[in-house]
């Protein structure tokens, strides 16, 4: 189905590098309204490490 989607051809990457920012800002602006809950807290930071791995 992914494939239909044309996510995974050559020349769509435009798509992943507007979204990853958008999605950076939105985890980070929820890790630190919910700094103090510790599994959400975890949570967001395993977002964050997966936005980042895939955007470099």
């Known amino acids: 189905m992914m494939e239909q989607l044309?996510?995974?051809h050559s020349g769509q990457q435009?798509?992943?590098l507007v979204l990853t920012p958008i999605?950076?800002?939105v985890a980070l602006?929820?890790?630190w309204?919910?700094?103090a809950q510790n599994w959400y807290f975890i949570g967001l930071l395993c977002i964050i490490a997966v936005?980042?791995?895939?955007?470099?």
Do not use: E
């Open 6 to 8: 044309g996510i995974f």
């Open 23 to 25: 999605v950076l800002v």
């Open 29 to 31: 602006w929820f890790l």
């Open 51 to 56: 936005v980042l791995g895939k955007f470099y």
């Open 33 to 35: 309204k919910k700094m």
């Open 14 to 16: 435009w798509f992943f």
